[in-house]
């Protein structure tokens, strides 16, 4: 039996750990003992600090990049996430041309549907076997008011110049040609998302890019980030650009207690299930799957045939705190069985192998940004709910742009450029606002249960967040 030392003791963090091909003996990678000097300083192993790193590597091999990290490389939400690689921007197309325009709006969605097909070319490149297969989104109706929401999602996609190349609407019959779940009424569908296995990218993200020259030192907390410098217990490091990409653990550093709030995104996985199952279920592409309920879940059928499956409704925690048994909500799984089975009552006679979570990050007017201030040298990027593993490679690539100058890049003047959210309300008040809303989502989606009707309660969280 594989030690729990070393990175054996990551194992459990997910589903995607536990079947990181190999046993996982060694080491992680040496702590910063010491102080070195960089050019670009970026704190943070998860995928953002990641493709920050491979793209600055790549465009310069001669840039001295470092990167240091609390535990070790996809501790956070990219080694835990649902896999869906998708080119969902986590902000409506209202609401980004509310702040800049309509065309602008639809570039940074082109933007979006280019990043999936870039991370597909950087991982073939790299030899990374990440489990990759685009098999596009179902978002499938099962009430009339799902039927009615997804019939005017597409209806407003048309509105925004969108075609049925990339959003197109399902017949029930059509729906069910691709997914086995119960109440099936027809839905939509987007061919532009890619099922993964999350932690063989951001595994493999972090080999590709030491090939590359940059320096790793894992086992290394960050208690500051300055203009200039980057401070651990054991040492700093002292770089001209410093980039923050620690998403939902940020409250942690000093100055950016406010900035944004980790809130818990819970999962599961089914043992694998024998092939007969899955004449039922479908999902013969790997199509990855939600409905439409407020209280988001998600789904993919994973390379070797699990089901794994999760859902937000985990409390948000008093003062942004992060702790590992945050991870582990048991109300939280029992809710996502039950709603698993409620869709496919045949996963019932299957075992539940795999319980997990993690935190991702919410900026105050959910809007996802990235940006470096030119004054003093401090990037970011950040605030992407449940949308990050697409958003973070365009993220990458623009911090790597504007680390290296490049004007006349069409990634540095996309919308989302240079965003700065307002803070969190300092507590109670957040902790009571974000619960609040996070309830009523939930009530919202039983009441339409019942009734077959919009409940005019879930606006709440909208109003309360901004969103
Ligand atoms: C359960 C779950 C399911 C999700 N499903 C999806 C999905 O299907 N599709 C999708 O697009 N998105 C999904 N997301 C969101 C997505 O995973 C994240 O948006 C994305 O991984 C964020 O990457 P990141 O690198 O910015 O942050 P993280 O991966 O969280 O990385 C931040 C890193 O910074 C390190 N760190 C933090 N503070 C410090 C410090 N002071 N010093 C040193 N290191 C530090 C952390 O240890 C961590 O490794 C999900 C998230 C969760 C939790």
């Known amino acids: 039996m594989e030690a729990l030392t070393g990175l054996g003791k990551y194992r459990d963090l997910s589903l995607w750990w536990d079947t990181l091909p190999g046993p996982l003996v060694g080491d992680p990678r040496p702590a910063l003992e010491g102080d070195v000097d960089a050019d670009v300083a970026i704190v943070g192993a998860g995928y953002t600090g990641l493709w920050t790193a491979y793209y600055l590597a790549k465009a310069d091999p001669t840039l001295r990049v470092v990167v240091v990290e609390q535990e070790t490389a996809g501790f956070g939400a990219s080694g835990r996430n649902g896999g869906w690689c998708s080119a969902l921007f986590p902000a409506s197309w209202d609401k980004i041309a509310r702040m800049s325009s309509r065309d602008e709006a639809i570039r940074l969605q082109r933007a979006m549907f280019d990043t999936v097909d870039e991370i597909a070319k950087v ?85 590709a890019v030491e090939r590359l020259g940059v320096r790793i030192y894992e086992q290394t907390c960050a208690l500051s980030l300055e203009p200039g410098v980057v401070r651990a217990a054991h040492g700093s490091v002292r770089a001209e650009r410093v980039i923050r990409a620690t998403e939902g653990y940020t409250p942690s550093l000093p100055g950016y207690r406010r900035a944004v709030i980790p809130v818990y995104s819970l999962m599961l996985a089914t043992e694998p299930l024998p092939s007969t199952v899955w004449e039922s279920l479908g999902l013969a592409r790997r199509e990855t799957f939600n409905d439409g309920r407020h209280l988001i879940i998600y789904g993919q059928r994973t390379a070797d045939d699990r089901l794994a499956f999760g859902g937000r409704g985990a409390p948000y925690h008093y003062g942004s705190a992060v702790r590992s048994d945050f991870d582990r909500e048991p109300a939280v799984f029992a809710e996502l069985r039950r709603v698993l089975i409620e869709l496919f009552p045949a996963v019932a006679d299957y075992a539940v192998t795999h319980t997990w979570g993690g935190p991702l990050g919410i900026t105050r007017d959910w809007f996802a940004s990235v940006g470096l201030d030119e004054r003093t040298g401090v990037g970011w990027a950040g605030g992407y709910v449940g949308d990050g593993v697409g958003t973070t490679n365009l993220a990458g690539r623009t911090l790597a742009d504007l680390v290296l100058g490049r004007r006349d890049s069409d990634l540095v003047t996309l919308p989302w450029v240079g965003h700065r ?38 606006a709440f969280f909208n109003r309360f967040t901004g969103h």
Request: net charge neutral; hydrophobic share 35%; glycine share 14%.
């Open 123 to 207: 991982v073939a490149d790299e030899g990374m076997d990440v489990h990759w297969t685009k098999g596009g989104t179902v978002g499938v109706a099962r009430t009339y008011t799902q039927l009615a929401r997804g019939r005017a999602e597409i209806d407003h996609a048309r509105s925004w110049g969108f075609g049925a190349d990339d959003y197109a609407w399902l017949s029930a019959d059509q729906m069910r040609e691709r997914i086995g779940c119960t109440d099936v009424l027809g839905g939509t569908y987007t061919p532009h998302t890619a099922a993964i296995h999350p932690a063989r990218l951001a595994r493999g993200l972090a080999q």
């Open 421 to 458: 959210s307002p803070q969190w309300e300092p507590e109670p008040l957040r902790f009571i606002g974000v619960n609040a809303g996070l309830r009523v989502m939930g009530t919202a989606d039983g009441a339409e249960a019942r009734s077959g009707r919009d409940s005019r309660r879930a």
